[in-house]
């Protein structure tokens, strides 16, 4: 069965300093991920996705991921945070063999400090 | 662009009332699915659909009914409400198969409370 991990409840940065979300999976097959963004009171944005190719992923608001297979991670990065980057975060993932359910991980909440 | 719309955003019901989340999306996804939101537990799938006609249990089914007689709809019921059902819901929808559009589509969410 497919799983997430996210192992910071919350995490906190700096404005202006680079942040780093952390996420592992488990998967059976090969692994489509996912990094979506939640802001207070409104559904789930998508960010990005690894499908396949470049392990170093590019998507919205200057975010970018990288998938390491060896490690089963799927780390979300930005260089310089902001104080709108101030969210809840979840990494997601799916089996591109099974091609059924996509599955969440806890979240984690993104304090950027001015 | 509608996208996925769900009604209602809020609601309460008493113990033991019924009642249906509605969900629609306009992008001719064939794959449908509920998720509930609660405080620590980060989003967990209820019930899915991949195509008009077929559903299956996710992670959290119990409680919970679900029909899919036409690719635009996929309403979730509740059909004797209990407190553990407060929470967040989320309809969710996207595209089936292998490819380029494989995230998933978020409606705004369901907010409902059980008394």
């Known amino acids: 069965a497919q799983s997430v991990a996210q192992p910071e409840d919350q995490v906190n940065v700096a404005e202006g300093n680079p942040l780093t979300v952390k996420c592992t999976y488990s998967v059976s097959g090969n692994p489509y991920l996912f990094w979506y963004v939640q802001y207070p009171n409104r559904g789930l944005q998508f960010l990005l996705k690894?499908?396949?190719?470049?392990?170093l992923v590019k998507g919205s608001y200057g975010f970018e991921a990288e998938f390491n297979k060896s490690q089963t991670s799927f780390h979300l990065k930005k260089p310089s945070a902001l104080v709108s980057d101030s969210a809840l975060y979840f990494c997601?993932?799916?089996?591109?063999?099974?091609?059924?359910?996509?599955?969440f991980g806890k979240g984690t909440r993104l304090h950027i400090l001015p | 662009n509608a996208g996925v719309t769900q009604t209602p955003k809020f609601q309460v019901l008493k113990t033991g009332q019924s009642m249906t989340l509605q969900c629609a999306q306009d992008?001719?996804?064939?794959?449908m699915s509920w998720y509930r939101q609660d405080p620590g537990m980060g989003l967990r799938l209820i019930h899915y659909?991949?195509?008009?006609?077929?559903?299956d249990q996710g992670e959290v089914p119990n409680g919970y009914n679900v029909s899919r007689s036409t690719t635009e709809d996929f309403p979730l019921r509740l059909l004797s409400a209990a407190p553990s059902q407060t929470s967040v819901y989320f309809c969710?929808?996207?595209?089936?198969?292998?490819?380029?559009?494989?995230?998933?589509?978020f409606g705004q969410g369901t907010r409902l409370t059980v008394v």
């Open positions: 992008m001719n996804h064939e794959y």
């Open positions: 659909s991949v195509g008009a006609g077929i559903t």
């Open positions: 690894y499908i396949t190719g470049d392990n």
């Open positions: 969710a929808s996207r595209n089936r198969g292998l490819g380029a559009n494989a995230e998933a589509f």
């Open positions: 997601a993932v799916r089996d591109w063999v099974r091609d059924d359910k996509i599955i």
